[in-house]
């Protein structure tokens, strides 16, 4: 290079994405999607639910579509832990013990999510592995232990089917948010449980 050269410009970079935030809107947006539905949710409420700029939204998810898979994906996957379930020396006591108000709230919230997402579920498969393991399997091994549990002191039938039985509670609950519109209360989940998974376990 002769003197009279310019060394060339160093490239500009792009302003830096901020992630920090990405967790909040992501749950703001499972908000907006349980109270409205994918139809009636719009990219303008998750960024007021969420008090960030639409543009900090685009920036991070080119659409709508591709926001609530993200945060369907990323919603809360818990491990259960299972030396803090409720051990009441009966099946039945175990799974009262399990009605809990803020796990009721939850519940139907995930159901509401559920039923915004459905009519994105033939155009975005990969939605149903999300679902399954945020919804339907934390509750799933929850009531397996407590079933199997119950099977090991000999309280119910050794040849319970608890695969079935540990989806029963579930899928009532899914019928009545996501069909009848109704609240789930304690007084429907202790029916389910004494008209239902007590009599089909009985030795």
């Given at each position: ?69 993200d945060a369907v994906a990323c919603m ?76 090991d002191r000999g309280e119910i039938r ?46």
């Open positions: 290079m002769t003197q009279l050269e310019t060394p060339p410009a160093a490239p500009k970079l792009g302003r830096k994405r901020d992630h920090t935030r990405d967790a909040e809107i992501l749950d703001a947006a499972l908000d907006v999607l349980a109270d409205t539905g994918y139809a009636g949710m719009t990219v303008d409420m998750v960024a007021a639910r969420a008090k960030a700029g639409k543009a900090t939204l685009y920036r991070r998810w080119a659409s709508k579509s591709e926001l609530v898979i809360k996957q818990i491990d259960p832990d299972f030396s803090k379930l409720p051990d009441t020396g009966s099946l039945r006591g175990d799974l009262v013990a399990m009605i809990k108000a803020p796990s009721i709230a939850e519940g139907e919230r995930k159901m509401r999510v559920f039923a915004g997402v459905m009519s994105m579920i033939s155009d975005a498969p990969e939605l149903t592995e999300s679902i399954h393991a945020a919804i339907v399997e934390p509750r799933m091994a929850v009531n397996r232990f407590l079933l199997q549990r119950a099977i050794a040849d319970a089917d608890v695969e079935t039985l540990a989806l029963i509670s579930q899928a009532m609950v899914s019928y009545r948010v996501l069909m009848l519109r109704e609240p789930v209360t304690r007084d429907f989940l202790v029916s389910v449980i004494d008209g239902v998974i007590i009599p089909a376990v009985r030795r």
